[in-house]
């Protein structure tokens, strides 16, 4: 059976959709982006910041789920602009350390929510 998470320290959802969905041990986290859950208000005012700010939503679910970062086995990021990568990177890395980050791809998209820059969404586990 599943789970519906979805917590107030995470931006609530803006469609039919929940912010996570578990499954016996499995937690699916959906894409997040930049939207602060205390002001409902998007940070953009560069590519650190907002990653940072969706990084920060996605570990808040993850938290509210029993799982965390450190339970991640898959990340799916999308982006409007590939140049941004690295600086991208420099963050991720900050959250998934090399020698412990999940397997992910990088994808670069025509648009996303809101017209943000990057969205995120992971699957973990709870065990």
Known sequence: MKQI?????APMPI??????VV???MVFVSGQIALDP???ELVLDN???E???V???VKAIL???GSGLDKVIKASVFVKDMNLFSRINAVYAEYFPAEVAPARELVQVAELPKFVNIEISVIAHSA
Do not use: K
């Open 5 to 9: 998470v979805n917590t107030p320290s």
């Open 15 to 20: 469609g039919p959709y929940n912010q996570c």
């Open 23 to 25: 499954f016996q041990n």
């Open 38 to 40: 205390l002001t409902d």
């Open 47 to 49: 590519i650190e910041t």
């Open 51 to 53: 990653t940072h700010r």
């Open 55 to 57: 990084l920060q939503n």
């Open 63 to 65: 938290e509210a789920a």
